[in-house]
């Protein structure tokens, strides 16, 4: 079928809206109209050429819409019914088979692979193919292909075209605190990055209790939105030393530290500022240039202090069960992931990801 995407042509260049084709959905597929679409920051690094993607792609993984068609041996959804997309697993490996998905053994050649496993392709220009299969769904399009193991029923009440950002960076955030860390109530947190995972954290640590929450941005816009949902502490990180912004208001330390930036300037400091016995999480991936950066931890001193160190996918994420957890509590008014969304139509995408980069919105969701 005829579909319009916003492609990625070349690492690094603008996106271009153009029409493709869109194979029909095999007997394992679901077909679905998409309504909205997330703009992730793992979006932004497949379009500068980071990840191993052959160029042009279609990328795009936080999507939601209105199923189209199904294949024959699909029960888990049915015509009609309105889902979100998120991230694709295997299901039989030992990862999968203790419910621990974000964690399957063929977790990049299945989410980042750019073709179904059998090698595939489900976009085509003309004759030549197209990267796709981005995240099992490649949603920067008006249409997508998914399969059950990535599909998600949104539950009544929740906003459609807004439900897909829950099938990433907001999970991956707060996850980290519900799951990931499981951060116990009337303990002390700082986050590191005030984007859509960072502030996802912040909300989540609201709803379980936590009782201090101190969030390091750079951007000061975002203070106000960050009261909101929950902090207590904004720090603004160019105006000084992390650490000692952190010890000078929580004198042992916090309890747990996410960091969503990978900027090894801020990681650097997370030793001084984190409590006896404490956990840091990390999602944020470093720049290119230091890809191959170890953790400012000791051995023997992480032993001694008895820190836990957690690298963090998806927040831990078994997709059906989280998500509809996030937005059980969504419905409950403790969890206002719709307060981070700003929208912008699919052909305006260049735009839309400035003004995300600029401070300008905190979550971008694109609308075909």
Not at 32 to 37: A, E, F, P, S
Not at 94 to 123: F, I, M, Q, V
Not at 269 to 293: E, K, N, Y
């Amino acid at each position: 079928m005829k579909i319009q995407a916003a492609v990625a042509p070349s690492a690094g260049a603008p996106f271009v809206n153009k029409p493709l084709e869109l194979d029909d959905p095999r007997d394992d597929e679901v077909l679905v109209r998409i309504l909205g679409v997330g703009v992730c920051h793992t979006d932004l690094v497949a379009q500068a050429g980071v990840l191993p993607l052959k160029f042009p792609a279609v990328l795009g993984h936080e999507g939601a819409g209105i199923v189209e068609r199904i294949g024959s041996k699909v029960s888990k959804v049915q015509v009609g019914d309105k889902v979100i997309l998120s991230f694709l697993s295997c299901g039989h490996c030992p990862s999968c088979s203790d419910h621990e998905p974000a964690y399957c053994y063929d977790l990049t050649a299945l989410n980042k692979g750019g073709t179904r496993k059998d090698g595939s392709h489900t976009h085509h220009d003309g004759e030549s193919p197209v990267t796709g299969s981005f995240f099992g769904q490649s949603s920067f399009a008006n249409y997508s292909l998914a399969q059950e193991r990535n599909i998600v029923k949104i539950l009544p009440g929740i906003p459609l075209e807004i439900a897909g950002i829950l099938g990433c960076g907001v999970q991956t955030g707060a996850g980290a605190i519900l799951r990931s860390m499981d951060c116990k109530p009337n303990s002390s947190l700082l986050v590191i990055g005030g984007g859509a995972v960072g502030l996802s954290a912040v909300m989540a640590a609201k709803a379980r209790g936590v009782s201090r929450i101190l969030l390091g941005e750079r951007l000061e816009a975002r203070r106000e939105i960050a009261m909101e949902l929950g902090a207590t502490n904004f720090l603004n990180l160019p105006d000084g030393n992390l650490a000692d912004e952190v010890l000078r208001l929580i004198t042992h330390g916090v309890d747990y530290v996410l960091d969503t930036t990978g900027v090894p300037s801020l990681i650097e400091q997370v030793p001084r500022l984190i409590a006896r016995r404490g956990t840091f999480g990390f999602v944020g991936l470093p720049p290119a240039s230091h890809t191959s950066m170890n953790l400012p931890f000791g051995l023997m001193d992480s032993m001694r202090r008895g820190l836990t160190l957690r690298g963090i996918i998806e927040g831990d994420s078994d997709v059906d069960g989280f998500i509809e957890t996030l937005m059980q509590m969504y419905l409950a008014g403790r969890f206002p992931f719709d307060k981070l969304v700003r929208t912008f139509p699919m052909s305006e995408i260049n735009a839309a990801i400035d003004a995300q980069h600029h401070g300008d919105c905190v979550k971008v969701v694109l609308i075909p």
